[in-house]
């Protein structure tokens, strides 16, 4: 029997009699750890460190999930494992059952039950300390750190160092940026923080309860301009979900949009009233025109010389995981690309990495607008990176299989895709790849790009994050000191 413990730093330790291993690890479905063995007269003890830096960066938690436990060399049965009860340690708290290792965030069970949930709203909901001179900012549910409130926080970090920068993360294997500090989703403290800063920077809904305090202020950044139908335009009447955008909206005060288009339609899609939309660009494309290409491509492990295509499809209401239309291991052959692999945000839990030869997925990557600078060419669907990936001037390649049943059943449109779009639009795998290696394709839609530039991109000239903060500090939304 196998017997398992957590040791400080956040370390599983496995202990076990008879001929020892020849590796170990733990393999989940967006990151795999491995240990080390060491072999005594008393049987053999491995190590795996559940900490891990990915993509180059520091050296943070292992993502919440479950994780297979891997031995090579021993002959092991799910029942030769002890387990143990879910235990919270430094960064994570880890249970054991069988072969597998359960990684959750760093909550007690007392905080994370129902009942400890619901005391700790309670306490949020009555408390009336003065407001910090503090911002919480949060991506995509708290599942990364990026889109645009990183670059406000990076522009805030510059304009006003004084100014206090919380994160909200899922969980601490979520890296926040330089100088801010993560607060673990449904902590004390992220129910404390939540109360007591001035502003509020989201790029989604807030979901959970939200209390506003005197002088708290929200800005909803949005996370992209719209092709698909939004919140009350979605087909389908449901009292529900009017009902519930009705309530969230009202909670934002301003409403950030990349352009004049977004502004209307995100305006009536949210029910925003006479209340302030700022066409300021999107900060997050401020990297387009400055980022250093090279460094991220070297970080991804991509040479000068490859071509490098990102496939970006959106996610879809009637399966939890990315699509599987391509083949994207003989799309890599094919077109003699690197394939960098981005599933939407929604996709990133119950979907696992893709692989194969000179496919490499960047799901879990930090931030989508590093590589919209990386790569030399964007494949999508119906995704609003469309909208953000013509600011570089590369060329856009539309897989769209489903179109009639997307834009007929699923979601719908606000126009129509196959008379404005900059690229060509494909159905099948070969017409892709025929669009792709022909090198008279982009030309064919140089005045289509034009107009979708000016259309959609004439704010995003390297300078928006600048701007938001500049009105965030003028309207006294934030102060400098």
Same mark, same amino acid.
């Given at each position: 029997?196998?017997? @398992? !413990?957590?040791?400080? /730093?956040d370390?599983l330790?496995l202990d076990? +009699?008879?001929p020892?291993?020849t590796?170990i690890?733990?393999?989940g479905?967006?990151?795999r750890?491995a240990?080390s063995?060491?072999?005594? *007269?008393?049987g053999?003890?491995a190590t795996? &460190?559940?900490r891990?830096?990915r993509? /180059?960066?520091?050296l943070l938690?292992l993502?919440s999930?479950?994780?297979?436990?891997v031995?090579?060399?021993v002959e092991?049965? !799910?029942?030769?494992v002890?387990s143990?009860?879910?235990?919270?340690?430094? =960064?994570?708290?880890?249970?054991?059952?069988g072969?597998?290792a359960?990684?959750?965030?760093p909550?007690?069970?007392?905080h994370? +039950?129902a009942?400890?949930q !619901?005391a700790?709203e309670?306490?949020?909901?009555r408390?009336?300390? @003065?407001l910090?001179?503090?911002?919480l900012?949060?991506?995509?549910? /708290?599942r990364?750190?990026?889109?645009?409130?990183?670059a406000?926080?990076?522009?805030?970090?510059?304009e006003a &160092?004084n100014v206090?920068?919380y994160w909200s993360?899922a969980?601490?294997s #979520?890296?926040?940026? @330089?100088?801010a500090v993560?607060?673990v989703e449904?902590?004390?403290?992220?129910w404390r923080?939540?109360g007591?800063?001035?502003?509020l920077?989201?790029?989604?809904?807030?979901?959970?309860r939200f209390?506003?305090?005197p002088g708290?202020?929200v $800005?909803q950044?949005w996370h992209?301009?719209?092709?698909?139908r939004l919140a009350?335009q979605? &087909?389908?009447? *449901?009292p529900? %979900?009017?009902l519930?955008v009705?309530?969230e909206?009202?909670?934002?005060? #301003?409403?950030?949009?990349?352009?004049?288009y977004a @502004?209307?339609?995100?305006?009536?899609?949210y029910?925003?009233?006479? %209340?302030?939309?700022w066409?300021?660009g999107?900060?997050?494309?401020d990297?387009?025109a400055?980022?250093?290409?090279?460094?991220?491509?070297?970080? $991804?492990?991509?040479?000068?010389e490859?071509r490098? $295509?990102?496939?970006?499809?959106?996610?879809?209401?009637?399966?939890e995981q990315m699509v599987?239309f391509?083949d994207?291991e003989r799309l890599?052959?094919?077109?003699g690309?690197?394939i960098?692999?981005r599933?939407?945000?929604?996709?990133l839990?119950?979907?696992?990495d893709?692989t194969?030869?000179?496919?490499?997925?960047?799901?879990?990557y930090?931030d989508?607008s590093?590589?919209l600078l990386a !790569? *030399?060419?964007l494949?999508t *669907?119906?995704? +609003?990176v469309?909208?953000d990936?013509?600011?570089t001037?590369?060329?856009?390649?539309f897989?769209v299989?489903?179109?009639d049943?997307?834009?007929?059943? $699923?979601?719908?449109?606000?126009?129509?895709l196959?008379?404005?779009?900059?690229?060509?639009l494909?159905?099948?795998?070969?017409e892709?790849t025929?669009?792709?290696?022909?090198p008279?394709?982009?030309?064919?839609y140089a005045?289509r790009?034009? =107009?979708?530039?000016?259309?959609f991109?004439?704010?995003d000239d390297?300078?928006?994050?600048?701007?938001? #903060?500049?009105?965030?500090?003028?309207?006294?939304?934030?102060l400098? =000191?």
């Amino acid at each position: 029997m196998i017997q @398992a !413990a957590l040791a400080p /730093g956040d370390v599983l330790v496995l202990d076990g +009699s008879g001929p020892a291993p020849t590796g170990i690890r733990l393999e989940g479905a967006r990151a795999r750890v491995a240990g080390s063995v060491e072999a005594s *007269d008393a049987g053999w003890r491995a190590t795996i &460190p559940l900490r891990i830096s990915r993509w /180059g960066g520091p050296l943070l938690a292992l993502p919440s999930g479950s994780y297979r436990l891997v031995v090579d060399g021993v002959e092991l049965g !799910a029942a030769d494992v002890a387990s143990f009860p879910r235990t919270v340690g430094e =960064a994570l708290a880890l249970g054991v059952d069988g072969g597998y290792a359960s990684v959750s965030p760093p909550l007690t069970e007392a905080h994370s +039950s129902a009942a400890g949930q !619901a005391a700790l709203e309670q306490a949020y909901a009555r408390d009336s300390s @003065a407001l910090e001179n503090a911002v919480l900012f949060e991506s995509f549910y /708290g599942r990364n750190a990026s889109c645009n409130p990183r670059a406000i926080d990076a522009e805030l970090a510059r304009e006003a &160092p004084n100014v206090t920068r919380y994160w909200s993360v899922a969980d601490l294997s #979520v890296e926040v940026p @330089a100088g801010a500090v993560p607060v673990v989703e449904g902590s004390p403290e992220w129910w404390r923080v939540r109360g007591a800063v001035r502003l509020l920077v989201v790029n989604d809904w807030l979901r959970r309860r939200f209390v506003r305090r005197p002088g708290q202020r929200v $800005l909803q950044t949005w996370h992209g301009t719209p092709l698909k139908r939004l919140a009350l335009q979605r &087909p389908g009447f *449901d009292p529900r %979900r009017i009902l519930a955008v009705v309530r969230e909206s009202r909670r934002w005060d #301003v409403l950030l949009a990349q352009n004049p288009y977004a @502004a209307g339609i995100l305006a009536k899609a949210y029910a925003f009233g006479r %209340r302030p939309i700022w066409v300021e660009g999107y900060p997050r494309n401020d990297v387009l025109a400055s980022g250093d290409r090279h460094r991220i491509r070297r970080g $991804l492990g991509v040479s000068a010389e490859d071509r490098v $295509l990102l496939y970006a499809p959106t996610w879809r209401d009637d399966r939890e995981q990315m699509v599987d239309f391509l083949d994207l291991e003989r799309l890599a052959a094919d077109t003699g690309a690197v394939i960098l692999v981005r599933g939407h945000s929604r996709t990133l839990v119950p979907g696992a990495d893709a692989t194969g030869s000179r496919v490499v997925d960047v799901t879990s990557y930090p931030d989508i607008s590093a590589l919209l600078l990386a !790569a *030399d060419a964007l494949v999508t *669907d119906y995704s +609003s990176v469309m909208f953000d990936f013509t600011v570089t001037g590369k060329p856009v390649y539309f897989f769209v299989p489903d179109l009639d049943h997307y834009r007929g059943e $699923l979601r719908g449109f606000y126009f129509d895709l196959t008379a404005k779009a900059p690229g060509p639009l494909t159905s099948t795998q070969e017409e892709l790849t025929l669009a792709l290696t022909d090198p008279d394709t982009p030309g064919r839609y140089a005045d289509r790009y034009s =107009a979708w530039v000016a259309t959609f991109n004439a704010r995003d000239d390297g300078r928006a994050a600048e701007r938001v #903060v500049a009105r965030l500090l003028d309207q006294g939304m934030i102060l400098r =000191a």
